[in-house]
């Protein structure tokens, strides 16, 4: 009875394990990527890390906050 | 009906229940009734140059209605739409029933505090995004390929998003939380001692669930089953984003016709793919024995 319990433990954190893999990854494999210098969308090849992206897009909100005539 | 009614002019007062009326008439009326019958109005009419709108050319006919029950295509196109629209919400429940059944009955404590955070955080992030972070996964030279060529399984990338699967898939991912959460929610009023009960008396845990189980969270699987379902059928994000060329979805359909000026055309089309989640919702109210008052609980 106590090993039937611990195999079916054993399934459930899998099946858990399995399930979060599945919501998470490709999240983590975005971030990951976000700061990837590599043109393209990939983790390899790494060409190493860089704030690149997210600069570029703080740069472009403030260029677009300049057109609307907004001062930061 | 004159209970309710009455219970509810006691908590709510005159004015709380005055209040609740119009809001919800308001939106009722304005945000779904009168769009939708302007869509219908629009699909009932044919496409015609500005200068005849409104003369007598401009009258009600069935013809748009009547491309699409002509053409071949965009028949199968719809069919299709169903059927990948069963095959999220079949796989969704699959996989989502013995998570929800984990965190209703199962888990203690601050476990489900953290297991729900896990299941909430993924949506925070926009479904584009979380679509496309699915496109960088499935790309021809994406993480998957380079994975399965790094292990040797495979010496040259497969194209994964030929046909329907990759736009499954994402669908299935983007919208399996709005099956979790109604099963989570009737699962959990139901009492443990029932559980119990059986286990002493001897029943195998597959009879508890059909037994018990699932005819306690009957509303909770139509609610969430109704739900991907529309949500899959109506999404026109997935097969924009994760569709090849060779696979077209009814949504893009829709869109085309729209982004090609014919929004009589496409109104049809919209009206069809509504009837078609309409018809949907009550085959699953049926299926479950469901009445709409239980679903809203």
Known sequence: M????????????????????????????????AFNANDIP????????????????ALKAIIVMKIRGKNI | MRDFWNTALKDLGKIGVAYILITVGVWVVFMILIPQLIMFDYSLRPMLPLRDIGGPKDVWTLKNYMVFFTNRLHMAIFFKTIWSSLIVTVTALTICYPIAFY?????????????????????WINELLRLFAWQIIL???????????????????????????????????????????????????LDRNQLDAARDLGASWLRIHYKIVMPHAKPGIAVGCTMTFMLA???????????????FWFTQVINTNFECANW?????????????????????LKLFKVGLKELTQ
């Open chain 2, 103 to 123: 965190l209703a009955k199962v888990a203690r404590g601050a476990k489900i505090g953290l297991l729900m955070l896990g299941l909430i955080i993924p949506y």
């Open chain 1, 42 to 57: 990939q983790i390899t090849p790494w060409k190493g890390f860089t704030l690149m992206w997210g600069i570029s897009l």
């Open chain 1, 2 to 33: 106590k090993s039937s319990k611990s195999i079916f433990r054993i399934i459930i954190g899998l099946y858990l394990t399995l399930f979060f893999a599945y919501m998470f990854l490709p999240l983590i494999f975005m971030t990951i990527i």
């Open chain 2, 264 to 284: 009589n055309l496409g109104a049809a089309y919209a009206t069809v793919l509504m009837l078609l989640c309409v018809v949907f919702m009550f085959m699953m």
């Open chain 2, 139 to 189: 790309a021809d030279m994406g993480i998957l390929n380079q994975f399965l060529i790094f292990l040797g399984i495979i010496a040259d990338p497969i194209n994964f998003r030929m046909g329907n699967g990759a736009v499954i898939l994402g669908m299935t991912y983007a919208y399996i939380l709005f099956m979790v959460f109604p099963i989570y929610n009737v699962m959990e009023s």
């Open chain 2, 233 to 247: 059928a109506g999404t026109v994000a997935a097969p924009q984003l994760l569709g090849s060329p060779s696979s």
